[in-house]
């Protein structure tokens, strides 16, 4: 998976949220060890916010940059006295959104005491909503939907976190995953379509603890329970776990790049491994687009798995093309443009004694403008390859993403309005292959309407406006 934001071709995830409730736990650094799990789900900052679990005061530390940036020595963490705690790492849309006191978890006061939000999603109706409260005199110092929501829950009358976001819930519209603390509890709330996943997992020694992925609870030692429902509402406190179903599910929708791309190879979703899927997905690209080559290689990270089915079950050996420089600062040098016409790449080198004279199949998980598929390509071509002919575990990207994904406009993206054919002469690859989105459903094994598959195929579950 390339998570550089420095690059801006490849799709970028937004967010991951953790938070539990334990009587005789170090949550905060637990918390801080999900949020290593939780990385790649976003890179510019990252913080925690946790409570002795009596409504006192919240700590709250958070800062721009990755996980050990923000928290340099975790060890101090486990020095924290609490109960509960959340945490958030953020990626976010466009300019105004990476600005510093966009960081979270929010943490504001009101008359019941202090509230901490973390998010991860985007919700379609945020300007209506903050508007209204505008007009009645509220005051927003960040662009999140957690002040919103923040902001919402405040107007409520009740002192009960969970009535008050009841109350709320039902007037959101969009795509959204939050954990909510007012220092007393900790709660989760999901969309009714279940855009972004959350699940729950038991402590180890008592307490149950949020995320956004399951590999977070492998790190931390916790067991997975159950996902949490599409609508549904997840109340941890001193008395345990409680569920409330806030709004109906018209039909789970589940982000089908979750699968694709986003999520970590060792998380499960729905049940179903994702390094698994993707492996499938190799394979059933090479029945759908077989072709005759030499080699098979992926784009590291997260096209190995799918390259390796490729080879697989078109019998061909699987090869290490491609080599990924992992110590790449997120404020690199990038290289002038005539290094880049000629194909030198400080991230990505081919391995020349591999592809030199080779007809390679190069896979990917995805294409959105094309560029990273150019320069792959130039970087092949430079190293000696005769023939790259790209393979793609997904079928062509033609919409944008108003779940929560930054997804450029679709005028930006290759495959927009324009058929597949056309596509290898722009990138200059010798033939292309989309996975079809019949045998890309297949591979996950869920049936299609389980899916969000709106940015392949137009039919957005729920639109702005
Ligand atoms: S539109 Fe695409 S990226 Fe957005 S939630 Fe749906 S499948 Fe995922």
């Known amino acids: 998976m390339n998570c550089d934001p420095a690059c801006g071709a490849k799709l970028q995830e937004a967010c991951g949220v953790c938070g539990g409730f334990a009587a005789d736990q170090p949550l905060a650094f637990l918390n801080c060890f999900s949020l290593y799990a939780l990385q790649h789900r976003g ?3 990252a913080g925690i916010a946790a409570g002795p679990g ?29 109960k509960l705690a959340i945490g958030h790492v953020r990626y976010s849309y466009g300019q105004e959104g990476r600005a510093p006191e966009n960081t979270q978890p929010l943490k504001l006061r009101y008359r019941h005491g202090e509230l901490a939000v973390v998010h991860n999603g985007h919700l379609l109706n945020s300007a209506e909503l903050r508007e209204e409260l505008e ?9 999140t939907d957690s002040e919103l929501l ?16 009841a109350a709320v819930v039902p007037r959101l519209k969009g795509a959204f995953a939050f954990i909510v603390s007012d220092g007393h509890k900790v709660i989760g709330l999901r969309d009714g379509y ?14 149950y603890f949020l995320a956004s992925e399951t590999c977070a609870f492998d790190t931390i030692g916790a067991s997975f329970i159950r996902d949490m429902e599409p609508g549904e509402m997840v109340i941890l406190d001193e008395n345990g776990l409680h569920s409330r179903r806030l709004v109906d599910s018209p039909c789970h929708k589940l982000c089908v790049f979750e699968y694709i791309y986003f999520a970590r190879p060792d998380s499960n979703l729905k049940g179903i491994n994702v390094h698994l899927v993707r492996r499938e997905l190799g394979r059933q690209l090479a029945r759908e ?4 080559a030499d080699i098979v290689s992926g784009v590291p990270d997260s096209s190995i798995a799918a390259a390796s089915g490729f080879a697989e079950e078109a019998g061909l050996p699987y090869e290490m093309g491609l080599v990924k420089n992992r110590y790449i600062g997120r404020t690199f040098i990038k290289p002038t443009q005539k290094m880049r016409e000629e194909g030198v790449d400080i991230k990505l080198n081919a391995v020349k004694k591999i592809v030199e004279g080779k007809s390679v199949v190069l896979v990917d998980d995805s294409i959105v403008r094309g560029t990273t598929s ?7 071509r430079r190293a000696g390859a005769r023939e790259v002919h790209l393979r793609i575990s997904s079928p062509p990207v033609k919409g944008s993403c108003f779940y929560g994904i930054d997804i450029p406009d679709a005028h930006e993206l290759i495959a927009y309005n324009r058929p597949a054919d056309e596509i290898p002469a722009l990138i200059e690859a010798d033939s292309i292959g989309y996975l079809s989105m019949e045998k890309t459903v297949k591979a996950i094994g ?3 309407d389980q899916l969000c598959r709106a940015c392949f195929t137009g039919h957005y579950p729920v639109l702005p406006g």
């Open 194 to 207: 279940g855009f972004r996943p959350l699940s729950i997992a038991s402590l180890d020694g008592g307490g």
């Open 150 to 165: 923040a902001h919402m829950v405040a107007r409520q009358g009740s002192s009960c976190l969970a009535d008050a976001l």
């Open 54 to 82: 009596n409504g006192r005061k919240l700590w709250l530390k958070k800062g721009m940059g990755l996980v050990s940036d923000v928290f340099p020595d975790s060890a101090d963490l486990k020095g924290i006295v609490c």
């Open 374 to 380: 150019v320069k792959l390509i130039k970087i092949m």
């Open 135 to 143: 007009c009645q005199g509220a005051i927003f110092q960040t662009d």
């Open 43 to 45: 890179q510019e900052s």
């Open 289 to 292: 687009h077989p072709v005759k």
């Open 446 to 448: 869920l049936s299609a």
